[in-house]
């Protein structure tokens, strides 16, 4: 009676190189799939380095904490408490010297500084709290000063996105625009910055961490 697997004893070379392709989908992240190419129901197996996936494990959950507990707080508050702030930092310092000794300290350090150097002008010009800026500052520690770049620049996105929604269901644009105008005439009028924002708990004054947090999960699910 023939059975009914295959027999892969008679496979050519090209069939076994095949039948060995790993598919990588995002950083780390490799899938079981049958082969197409040879049109069997074999399936893809491998070994991962358990340290390194707990590692990877351990990044992804402590900036989705980080954000995440941010947000919450800036939801219900206003603001990110700077014991929360200080505990992340302490706790991405901690991380990085568990995961890479005095190395990982000093990629930590350049980490969380280039956020302030790159968002400082906006807290002063009042278009960015200083508590959004210190989440990325925790985070920039841990991603490292590049990826707290690419962090930053889907977070303008996201915000960006949100912030286009809002104005086109529930503002008037033109009262937006004539609302921007006033705003430069006044601070080149005076000569100093003042809020851009609106004081009170409106529909337009958005919660930056929200934009964060969704950068976050898009670096864990390995956008970027």
């Given at each position: ?147 707290i770049l690419w962090c930053i620049w889907f977070s303008f996105l996201c915000g960006a996105g949100i912030s286009l929604a809002l104005l086109i269901c529930y503002t008037d644009i033109r009262k937006r625009m004539s609302y921007l105008a006033a705003y430069l005439a006044e601070c080149i009028r005076t000569g100093r910055p003042k ?30």
């Open positions: 009676m023939e059975s009914g697997c295959p027999d892969l004893t008679n496979e050519s070379s090209l069939q076994k190189t095949e039948r060995r392709t790993i598919i990588r989908l995002t950083r780390n992240h490799l899938v079981f799939l049958p082969s197409v190419l040879t049109e069997r129901s074999h399936f893809l197996s491998f070994n991962i380095n358990s340290k390194e996936a707990d590692f990877f494990i351990a990044d992804q959950m402590l900036l989705l904490t980080i954000a995440g507990v941010s947000v919450i707080m800036d939801l219900y508050s206003m603001k990110v408490k700077n014991n929360w702030i200080l505990c992340s930092l302490l706790a991405g310092a901690g991380y990085c010297f568990w995961k890479s000794g005095f190395a990982g300290l000093i990629r930590f350090v350049p980490g969380a500084l280039v956020p302030l150097a790159i968002l400082g002008w906006m807290f002063y010009f009042r278009m960015l709290g200083p508590g959004d800026i210190k989440v990325f500052c925790a985070l920039g520690g841990i991603m490292g000063p590049a990826k809020p851009y924002y609106q004081t009170g708990n409106t529909l337009e004054n958005i919660h930056f961490t929200v934009p964060i947090f969704m950068s976050v999960m898009l670096y864990t699910g390995g956008l970027y």
